[in-house]
């Protein structure tokens, strides 16, 4: 569960991106760096650039977000419980089913908050818009492919974490419940998902530990169509 968070709504999203690398500074020798890095790549951890914000700023009701290419070996080895920036770009899947909610299990050996339920969730890789990151992530996590699923834009507000700044797009998916739970059945263990009917959302949140609570219990309140 995130603690340290802060929510920044929006009417508009300016994005200004720039190809040149950003290093942040690493209070690491180097020999501290190399072990680390070889410690991640064992981990199969992705070894490759992401978008990272290194500054972002609210004009009127307009987000605006500054964004330049950075290593995420580099975002990891500065630490994700500091914030810092750069803070790498996020985005996050609402997958409404029928009258349900699409959430899985964080594998145990992923970076940051393993074991915690969470919607399927990925860090954006610099050369990758955020729209395809969306879709890319849930087939990776479900198994569930592109074509059966309508994207809708993303939510208008940010939430600010540490180490990341996360978007949040709510999806329809086409397939029927009881046929998604079977797929889903075979594709993951019974523990590691669950498609959460919302008038349940209070309830589980008494009893399961969830990465974003706060988004979770106000989804009745935002305008999702």
């Not at 969730?121 to 610099?126: D, E, S, T």
């Not at 419940?177 to 075979?186: D, S």
């Amino acid at each position: 569960m995130y603690k340290q968070i802060k929510i920044i709504n929006f009417k508009k999203l300016d994005f200004f991106i720039s190809k040149e690398i950003f290093t942040p500074f690493i209070n690491l020798s180097k020999q501290k760096k190399e072990k680390l890095k070889d410690l991640f790549i064992k981990k199969g951890m992705y070894d490759g650039d992401i978008l990272g914000c290194v500054n972002y700023k609210k004009k009127n009701k307009n987000l605006i977000l500054e964004c330049r290419k950075i290593k995420f070996f580099d975002k990891l080895m500065q630490g994700i419980d500091k914030d810092l920036f750069p803070k790498m770009i996020a985005v996050n899947a609402l997958i409404f089913v029928e009258d349900s909610l699409l959430l899985i299990k964080r594998p145990k050996g992923v970076y940051d908050q393993p074991g915690e339920w969470d919607f399927p969730a990925g860090i954006v890789p610099f050369s990758t818009s955020m729209e395809e990151r969306v879709f890319d992530r849930i087939e990776k996590d479900t198994g569930i492919k592109k074509n059966y699923l309508i994207l809708r834009e993303f939510l208008h507000f940010i939430v600010i974490l540490p180490h990341a700044i996360a978007f949040f797009y709510p999806i329809k998916c086409k397939i029927k419940k009881e046929l998604l739970n079977e797929f889903l059945k075979k594709r993951l263990k019974k523990e590691d998902f669950i498609l959460l009917p919302l008038k349940e959302i209070p309830l589980f949140l008494l009893s399961k530990k969830f990465v974003f609570p706060d988004i979770l219990k106000n989804l009745n309140k935002m305008s999702i169509n």
